[in-house]
C-alpha cells in the first residue's frame, strides 16, 4: 500500500501543476505579472516559473551527480512541458523503485536523505498553488479546487453514494 500511496500523492501533485497552469497560461501579462495584494511574494508568473524550475531542481537531485545539474532557465511558454516532463520522470522513479537509497548532496552544502526531497516537492508545490491561488483571489479570478477531494472525485475515487 505505501508505494501505492507515494504514486498516488505524486499524480495528484503533476495533475494539480498542470491544471495551474493550464488556467495561468490563459491569463493577460498583466494579471501573470500584477503585484499581489495578499500575504505572498512574487507574482503568478514568477512563481508558477519557481515551481517548476525548482521541481525539475529536485528532479536532478535525485537522479544527477552534483557536478551535472544546471540551472537551465525556464521560459514560461515551456511551463506545461517541463512540468509534465519532470513530474512524469518523478512518477517513474517512484514506480520502478529507483530512489536512491543513500544521502544526496546537495549544491549549497548540504547531504539530505531522498525521503526529504520527496517530501519537499510535494510541500513546495502544494504552497506556491495555494499562493497562486490567494493572488488569483484578490484579482477578482476564482480559485481552483485542487486538494485531495477534488482529485479524488477527478479520478472517480471519491463518488456520492446514490440513495
Not at 495533475?15 to 511574494?41: R, V, Y
Not at 516532463?85 to 536523505?113: C, F, H, K, M, W
Not at 508545490?125 to 483571489?137: G, K, P, V
Not at 479570478?141 to 485542487?146: A, G
Amino acid at each position: 500500500m505505501g508505494d501505492d500511496v507515494l504514486v498516488k500523492l505524486f499524480e495528484h501533485n503533476n495533475w494539480a501543476n498542470i491544471q495551474m497552469i493550464q488556467a495561468c497560461a490563459a491569463l493577460s501579462d498583466a494579471l501573470l505579472d500584477a503585484e499581489p495584494h495578499s500575504a505572498t511574494k512574487g507574482t503568478i508568473r514568477q512563481t508558477l516559473l519557481h515551481l517548476v524550475s525548482s521541481q525539475r531542481g529536485y528532479l536532478n537531485l535525485l537522479t544527477l551527480p552534483v557536478e551535472e545539474r544546471e540551472k537551465i532557465p525556464l521560459a514560461f511558454d515551456d511551463l506545461k512541458e517541463v512540468a509534465q516532463a519532470s513530474g512524469e520522470a518523478l512518477l517513474d522513479l517512484i514506480r520502478e523503485g529507483n530512489i536512491p537509497g543513500t544521502r544526496l548532496q546537495t549544491t549549497d552544502g548540504y547531504y539530505v536523505e531522498p525521503w526529504v526531497v520527496l517530501l519537499q516537492i510535494i510541500n513546495h508545490a502544494t504552497e506556491h498553488r495555494e499562493q497562486i491561488n490567494s493572488m488569483r483571489s484578490t484579482l477578482g479570478l476564482t480559485p481552483l479546487d485542487q486538494d485531495g477531494w477534488s482529485y479524488g472525485e477527478f479520478t472517480n475515487a471519491l463518488i456520492p453514494i446514490s440513495k
